[in-house]
């Protein structure tokens, strides 16, 4: 998934910063900002017991998956062929026209263009068929969950768009023409009982116990709800009336403090302040919305801190390149690792 400050080609940025600061090579780590999971799932390959959390439910399915569950559900309710047999029934339902259809397909209600009627059809017929099975108890929460993971990621691969939902494009991308398909996730055992959360990161920093908190909160003022919508209706399948040109939700309950140029500071200072980890380690940028004098008072409140730094690639939507291509654009930022070993 292309995901604003998604880790996963910093993960061996982060693991030698860990290596370097002789961070634990085991325990309890909490990644507070799950976001996609990427940092979650690679330390739990290395042998942490991972706690997972963030704010939207396109998140925790994904970190639910990724993180959480160390076997594959067997769906012996449905079929005696597991989770491919699951899969194949699915991905061969006949099409219906539905709240996807009507809210993203250019012949749906709206005209929207986030997927081709085709592929609309298919994601109605799936995500009723999931929920049915769930409200009847034929799937338990593993399962559930797994279907759904397979669905998001389905459908984020042929969703027209130039890297996040806050808008369509106008022409179809050739991705998005490809026919929607389920597949079946990689799900990793690390024989640990991992644990996840759905919610505020300030308000549960102090309610866990942890030896490493991962801290990688939004940079700046994009809020996540608006720009992957789509994925969060996909997910929790209110089917609310969506708002205009592009079909927003109603996200004033997931709005990020870390959003905001005038909250983030006041949010991040409390949030070190009420951890109780052994160990942080805090990725930020030079282009973030906090300042970078006020981060280090902070962190030192906490500890002694030590800083890596690396060039990365900013996250850019294909328009994003597209006016690029008639003024010179920096496409690099700094991107840092603060690693803070806590008094």
Not at 139 to 161: K, M
Request: charged share 25%.
């Amino acid at each position: 998934m292309k995901y604003i400050g998604n880790k996963t080609r910093l993960l061996n940025f982060i693991s030698e910063a860990f290596d370097k600061e002789n961070f634990p090579t085991s325990g309890v780590l909490f990644d507070i900002f799950g976001g996609t999971g990427a940092v979650g799932n690679f330390f739990k390959k290395k042998g942490f017991k991972i706690i997972s959390n963030d704010l939207m439910t396109y998140s925790f399915i994904q970190q639910y998956v990724s993180v959480t569950i160390n076997k594959t559900p067997l769906f012996n309710n449905i079929t005696s062929n597991g989770l491919k047999g699951v899969i194949e029934i699915l991905n061969n339902l006949p099409e219906k026209k539905g709240y996807a259809f009507n809210n993203y397909a250019p012949s749906g209600i709206h005209k929207r263009r986030y997927f081709s009627d085709n592929n609309a059809m298919k994601i109605d017929a799936i995500r009723d068929t999931i929920q049915e099975w769930k409200e009847k108890n034929i799937i338990n929460n593993d399962e559930y969950y797994v279907l759904l993971y397979s669905l998001i990621n389905a459908a984020d691969f042929v969703a027209n768009i130039s890297g996040t939902y806050g808008a369509y494009l106008k022409i179809w991308r050739s991705m998005a023409l490809k026919q929607l398909t389920l597949k079946e996730p990689e799900i990793y055992d690390n024989s640990l009982h991992n644990e996840i959360y759905q919610g505020d990161a300030n308000n549960i920093v102090s309610k866990v116990n942890y030896d490493i908190l991962y801290i990688d909160p939004p940079y700046n003022n994009r809020q996540y709800a608006p720009n992957f919508h789509v994925l969060e209706s996909l997910a929790v399948w209110d089917k609310q009336e969506l708002n205009g040109i592009t079909g927003q939700r109603n996200y004033d309950d997931k709005k990020s403090a870390y959003c905001s140029k005038k909250e983030a500071i006041i949010a991040f200072e409390r949030l070190i302040k009420e951890t109780k980890a052994k160990y942080i380690a805090f990725s930020y940028s030079n282009e973030g919305i906090m300042n970078y004098e006020d981060i280090i008072k902070i962190l030192k409140s906490k500890g002694k801190v030590s800083k890596y730094e690396t060039d990365y690639r900013r996250f850019r939507t294909e328009q994003d390149n597209k006016h690029r291509q008639y003024k010179k654009c920096n496409d690099k930022v700094k991107e840092y690792l603060f690693m803070v070993s806590c008094h």
